[in-house]
């Protein structure tokens, strides 16, 4: 048979959420304490934090492969244009963070002395730069020990003191501008501004480091970051991170300034090489030619000879075409040996003067030295950012080797090719010098004196105009690269520490580490919380609740019957009727799991409770290993329920009235040996039916039915079994066992009884303890008529009102 309770019994849906709600609101100084902390930690990393800023520029990079021709246009409409764009872009970064690039910016700052100040208390420390009272003048030509921190302390305008901690132990007074030697350290120390103010208070303390170019280099390039700004564009961005804004604007400038530089110097080595290797040609022509001019001068003073026959003037031009032709080719021949010469060294640079300059056209030789010039300059951008064993790498050097076998095979030829037309040309020179002879001795000499100095005059007057064009080659170069904006400090913005995010996370935090830990021990927690943990245990349907006694009195229904602990066994005796619908049901047996989970209390209370109802009602106390009415009583113990069944008592003996009226009690009297065979004796069944004839209730309290049996033996004599429960104590376990028993119908009409129930945090009932009295049936009374100190403090609670508020209780 299944027992149906009121609707009044049914939990609502959402009592889980309740439940949390309340367990979260009432540990909120768990809340207040945790983000506390957490505030006080997130001030602490805000204000001692040393802040570091990021400062960016920009640059625009050129593009140099397109001409403008109707290929350069197809091409510029295809991908491959794209993808040579983006190879182009990807070199020109590894460039700019190249360790080449950071060492010669650095080599232009003066970074080579980083400063510090220290905090008042030593806690935190700030970075300078050009901001600190004194400058450090390291002395080069002796050693100083890098990254080992110097300590300064400035006493005054002429004095400092200097200390040097750990291994050395140095603190030493000295005046500004006085150097200082040691074995590890040379340097003097000037003040930055002759008329600097002493700050107030205690003198501040600074400290410096010197630092490696080698290891300042790896820094910087390390730290700066490239980005892109767009795929298809060529504008690009360089920011970096650090202490001092001014310090990464200055670096970043000076990277800049030096990158274009570096662009514009290989653009003018090639000027400059030619106008060298010109330079070369003119020393040797300049001595010739002034000689040939003085000759020619004394000879026609002495001689006085004027002008040349017409037969001399004929072989004197046919000379001279001869002889500069031949200069031509001698001319030639000294540049394919200079490019020989560069050639078989493979230096790799790119600074090969091209053939044109020189006024050699040989279409071959000029298309060989600008795609070797192309490789080499492709193959040392890669060499910035790759390294010898890549692939794209590995191909530039062999392209590179492949054009460099071509071009000495190609310069063999031309050399060969010169030899055979000096030769010709001697031969025919000789052949004119010949018919030379023919002429007066002195018209003959006055025309190879005037033969050489033209000769001389002519190539001097060619070299001097490849020079005049080398140097405006080199004048109209521009650098491809250029600068959209350069890094402003006043532009920096400080990354760290975000006080903002800080103070957020910091809330989240400390809000979030107390909800975890409700949560986790909530999770852990096998207590009984709630009528849904029971529900999710078992099918035993509930009786009621009883909450919680914060009196020490034992029978709180007698002394405070107005109290909502009172309330609630007045509800427990209304639904007992519910349960006791037959006529001969009047045993109650009050059982637990274990000790300590109040139903020697739930049953005491209930019997009075009964009793204030006008029932003649009989508490019994059959834990007889554990007994502990008579004590609720203060009735003497020495004769009991144990001695009756011992045929030692007599009923009427061990009845004892009490102080309650229509309450009777039957204490367990001296704990016996075998308490299990006297509970299952005939004697006990014989007195349970006299006692139903005398009494209108019994009450049996009996012991913890997981602890011992005996509570077992009773089944058949108990008209409704009550499991006591406790809220916050009882172990989710135990309910397994109540429904087992529930399952095997072992016990009549099982209930649960829940008992210590806190108002505090615990739902799932119409009747809500301390805060409305309802029966359950929907409606409840308009005024209250019990009274507890815990319902006014709760009234005026706060967490009350939040709850209220949200719930919408009345």
Known sequence: MTESYPEYYKEEDNIDIKRYIFLILSHWWWFALSIFIALTISYLVNRYTEEIYQVSCSLILGDETTSGSVEDILDELTRTRNRRRKAVVENEISILKSYSMARMALEELDFRISYTAVGRRGIAESRMYKDCPFVVIPDSANPNLFGYPVYITILSRQEYLLEIDDRFGISKTLRFGENFKHSSFNFTVRLRNPDYKLPEGPPRKYYFTMNSINSLANQYRGALSVQVNDPKGSIISLSMQGFVSFQIADYLNKLSEVYIRFDLDEKNTISENTIRFIDEQLNQIVDSLKSAEMRLQNFRAHNKVIDISREGEYMFKQLEELQTEKAVLDLNTSYYDYLKNYVNKKTGKNDIIAPSVIGVNDQLLNDLVSRLNELNLHREKLSYGLQGDMPQYTEIVAQTENVRKNLIENLDNLVHGNKLAINDLNKR????????????????????????????????????????????????????????????????????????????????????????????????????????????????????????????????????????????????????????????????????????????????????????????????????????????????????????????????????????????????????????????????????????????????????????????????????????????????????????????????????????????????????????????????????????????????????RIYKTMFKIK
């Not at 990354?495 to 949560?519: D, E």
């Not at 245990?537 to 019957?561: A, F, M, Q, R, W």
């Not at 204030?612 to 113990?637: E, S």
């Not at 009777?664 to 065979?677: K, L, Q, W």
């Open 429 to 800: 020179i000789r052949a004119v010098e010949k018919n030379l002879e023919k002429l007066p001795y002195t018209e003959r000499q006055l025309i190879n004196i005037q033969r050489e100095f033209n000769l001389n005059d002519q190539i001097y007057t060619f070299l001097l105009e490849k020079r005049a064009e080398a140097g405006i080659t080199k004048a109209s170069n521009a650098p491809k690269n250029k600068i959209l904006d350069i890094a402003r400090p006043e532009n920096a913005y400080r990354i760290k520490p975000k006080s903002r995010m800080n103070n957020m996370m910091a809330m989240l935090l400390g809000g979030l580490f107390p909800l975890f830990l409700i949560l986790l021990i909530d999770f852990f927690n096998n207590k009984i919380q709630s009528r849904k943990d029971i529900e999710n245990y078992t099918k035993v349907p509930i009786l009621g609740t009883v909450g919680h006694n914060d009196s020490n009195i034992e029978i709180p229904v007698i002394e405070n019957p107005k109290s909502s602990l009172a309330e609630s066994f007045r509800a427990l005796r209304a639904n007992l009727h519910y349960l006791m619908k037959d006529q001969g049901d009047k045993i109650i047996a009050v059982t637990s799991t274990i000790s300590g989970e109040g139903k020697t209390f739930c049953a005491v209370n209930m019997a009075a409770i009964m009793a204030m109802a006008g029932k003649k009602t009989l508490l019994v106390g059959l834990d007889l290993r554990r007994p502990k009415i008579h004590k609720i009583f203060n009735i003497n113990n020495t004769i009991g329920l144990s001695t009756y069944l011992i045929h030692k008592s007599t009923p009427e003996e061990i009845i004892s009235a009490t102080n309650i009226d229509r309450l009777f009690v039957v204490n367990s009297g001296p704990i016996p040996p075998n308490p299990a065979e006297l509970i299952g004796s005939d004697k006990l069944t014989k007195f349970m039916l006299q006692a139903k004839k005398d009494f209108d209730y019994i009450i049996l309290d009996t012991p913890p039915i997981a602890i011992v049996t005996d509570a077992l033996l009773l089944s058949e004599l108990a008209d409704i079994y009550l499991f006591v429960v406790r809220h916050k104590y009882s172990s989710k376990n135990v309910l397994q066992i109540i429904d087992e028993l529930y399952r095997k119908k072992n016990m009549k009409k099982l209930s649960i009884l829940i008992n210590d129930v806190h108002t505090k945090g615990y739902y799932g009932y119409s009747y809500r303890y301390g805060y409305d009295y309802a029966y359950g049936y929907g409606n409840g009374y308009g005024n209250r008529y019990y009274y507890d100190d815990e319902y006014v403090q709760d009234k005026k609670s706060i967490l009350y």
